[in-house]
């Protein structure tokens, strides 16, 4: 007999994660306080009925780990999935595969004949901004295209044989619009630019402008400056591919996702070890 | 200087490869006799202008073979090319990449929100049908994205160490129809096919209906029965990526291929081994 939900222990979430469309993965071992379902405003829901609550679903560690929560994170669970999307954006962007699939779906090969040609993966200089865990996936990816692999990070990595560069550009002093226009045209007309970390650590107007002048032969993007909005001259052009920002979700990986928030929240309550537990840096 | 026409070796081409749309990579070494621009038909034109030809280009190497012709064919310049493709078109229809580009383009992201989960590639177990050059470079590609790999061929191949099957399927006594509806009921329906191959393999209309009432997850296909014709109820299906047949063309493999074939060329003239002579098995 499962136990009644009073003796259930507290998870409060303010806001839910978009798995939570795919059914609640927590009501079974946890008393879930769906905030963002009460007619109340916040601070009025905590204080009414989160008083006792221990856990927290949320995004944003930061500010949880100022305040001195313990946070466990996702661990490494989208790794393969976000890896997995951006050697699939750069696949699909060299080889034109949405352009062929409407250029098929227009009628078009029966009516006008060859499709024009795309561009090699295999061989492709490959730089990769950023060699955490999605990184080193993706780096292992393409080197099995027989791609040489290079990176850049805040610091340079010792385990690591690939070669290192210290800045994106000479100018790069932040993460935001790490990507300009000097970056875009050291690219040059037969580089593409893959995104699926955050819109805004490209410069977006500058990144269209060399999309529509073939300045860069073409991007796969999967996240955008200002998310659900994408720029409009995007929309018609032959050498993007486009994504809602889904490059983390595959149904596999919120399953796994689930399953490791529940294994964290379980660790907690029973006084263990977390198991994706966040360290400072 | 360059030699006067004539005393250029002589090429007889009889259809112009699909390549001769960007340029006549041979026009420079040697004397392209063009038997498709001719208004005589081929046996005139062969008697009164390729008598003393002794190089040809063409498609069809069995024929030259019986007739006891050398024969050099392309080698593995498209293998590269191929896998990428496949692979390229495994990730496109697991994780959507066409689907969601429309999805964006329609601007349904802004107006709907969430855009329907893909599936995961990294581990998905894979059976490649022939493990030649092509095979073996997608079996490689695909273990970096950590799959677990089995093959089917005629012969099981004593240098490779992945599980080796027989047959596709019980009934299976030649390639045509290979793929039937008891292997589309195997793959069920959280598995995908990508053919990069020919349209022959499958059994189109019996992958239609599976499609259609989802019996399995996708399709990628680059190759059709009919082509360029396609079955129609593939055109409105989210679940497939439609390719014009171009796995094999990306214009550094058409560069690598008319390289490849002058080379041949210059051999046979210069009394040399062919590069990629064709030898029977």
Redesign the interface.
């Known amino acids: 007999m499962e136990p009644p939900l009073r003796d259930l222990p507290q998870l409060l979430v303010i806001n839910p994660p978009?798995f939570f469309?795919?059914g609640d993965p927590f009501a079974a071992k946890f008393a879930v306080l769906r905030a963002w379902e009460s007619p109340l405003p916040l601070p009025g829901f905590l204080s009414a009925h989160a008083q006792s609550a221990r856990a927290l679903l949320c995004s944003g560690a930061a500010r949880c780990r100022r305040r001195g929560m313990a946070v466990a994170n996702a661990g490494e669970v989208f790794s393969?999935?976000v890896?997995?999307?951006a050697?699939?954006?750069a696949?699909?962007v060299?080889?034109r595969?949405?352009a062929?699939?409407?250029?098929?779906?227009r009628?078009l090969?029966?009516e006008e004949?060859?499709?024009a040609?795309?561009?090699?993966?295999?061989?492709k200089r490959v730089g990769i901004v950023g060699l955490g865990s999605i990184g080193l996936q993706v780096a292992?990816?393409l080197?099995?295209?027989?791609c040489p692999v290079s990176y850049n990070s805040r610091t340079k990595k010792p385990s690591v044989s690939y070669p290192f560069y210290a800045n994106v550009n000479s100018q790069q002093t932040q993460t935001h619009h790490m990507i300009d226009k000097s970056v875009l045209l050291a690219l040059g007309k037969d580089g593409i630019l893959i995104n699926v970390c955050r819109g805004a650590i490209i410069d977006e107007k500058e990144l269209v402008q060399s999309l529509v002048r073939g300045e860069i032969r073409g991007a796969g993007l999967d996240v955008f400056e200002n998310?659900?909005?994408?720029p409009e001259e995007l929309?018609?052009l032959d050498n993007v591919?486009?994504?809602?920002h889904?490059a983390v979700?595959?149904?596999?990986?919120?399953q796994d996702l689930a399953e490791l928030m529940i294994a964290n929240l379980e660790a907690f309550f029973s006084n263990e070890p977390l198991i994706t537990l966040v360290i400072d840096e």
Do not use: C, H, M, Q
Request: proline content about 3%; hydrophobic content about 45%.
């Open positions: 978009a469309n795919y393969d999935d890896a997995d999307e050697v699939g954006l696949l699909a060299l080889r595969v949405s062929a699939d409407r250029f098929v779906r009628g090969w029966a004949g060859d499709f040609l795309g561009s090699k993966l295999a061989g292992k990816r080197e099995a295209f027989g998310e659900p909005n994408v929309l018609s591919i486009l994504s809602p889904v979700f595959t149904e596999e990986s919120f």
